[in-house]
């Protein structure tokens, strides 16, 4: 028998905390939301599943340059971090210096300081002055979303042939659907936009984020 709407959903979350109750992470992720928290940044990290996911990915892909829009806390930088391969680096870029002394503590706590290159600043400003010294293998964005659209433009034109770029909070949770907002029905184009430019090299993946009783996702596109 089909689940109505009303029952789908709760078993859909139900199935996703069992995947996130079943994960185990290193103590520096929980010491990072655990700052994210005592300093007053906000707690808008991905989730411990999408981190293993976008560690995943970058292992795939053999990451050798990863960037990423969006530090916050530098919680999904240490689990791209951690995936480089040998001699790696990853570039991200951070709009607030207090998130960005945070992230600097959380890659010095984690032992991938010397690997990641943290610059503070809009990131579009950093975007165009840039030295990238050869194509990206992978691309998080992660940021302020109006932007999503120029952010993209930049990673597909610095992303070598079988990279990744992902893009976070595709749908804050089914507000993108919705679409009551001028805000939202923009979100709502980029991420059609996306879909119709590289069909089937494209994917969501979703998420929910216990705390906030947020179901979100994110979007993933293979380069050709």
């Not at 996130?20 to 928290?37: G, K, S």
């Not at 829009?69 to 791209?80: A, M």
């Not at 990206?136 to 993209?152: E, G, H, Q, R, S």
Request: aromatic content about 8%.
């Amino acid at each position: 028998m089909a689940l109505t709407d009303t029952q789908m959903k709760p078993t859909f979350i139900g199935m996703l905390n069992y995947l996130a109750d079943t994960l185990e992470v290193d103590p520096v992720y929980d010491w990072i939301l655990e700052e994210t928290r005592a300093r007053g940044v906000p707690e808008m990290n991905v989730t411990p599943e999408q981190g293993r996911i976008l560690h995943l990915l970058a292992r795939l892909v053999n990451a050798q340059k990863i960037l990423e829009v969006g530090t916050l806390s530098g919680y999904s930088g240490v689990w791209l971090a951690r995936a480089l391969a040998e001699g790696g680096r990853m570039i991200t870029c951070e709009m607030n210096p207090r998130h960005a002394t945070l992230a600097r503590d959380s890659f010095e706590r984690a032992g991938v300081a010397d690997r990641v290159e943290l610059h503070v600043g809009p990131a579009l400003e950093t975007l165009a002055e840039l030295d990238l010294d050869g194509d990206l293998d992978m691309v998080l964005i992660d940021a302020d979303k109006p932007n999503n659209w120029a952010y993209f433009e930049f990673a597909e034109k610095h992303t070598r042939s079988g990279g990744l770029i992902v893009v976070d909070n595709i749908f804050l949770n089914g507000r993108v659907v919705a679409a009551e907002s001028d805000y939202m029905r923009d979100l709502d184009a980029f991420n059609r936009h996306v879909f119709d430019r590289y069909g089937d090299a494209a994917l969501t993946i979703p998420f929910y984020k216990k705390e906030e009783d947020n179901l979100d996702g994110m979007l993933i596109v293979r380069m050709p």
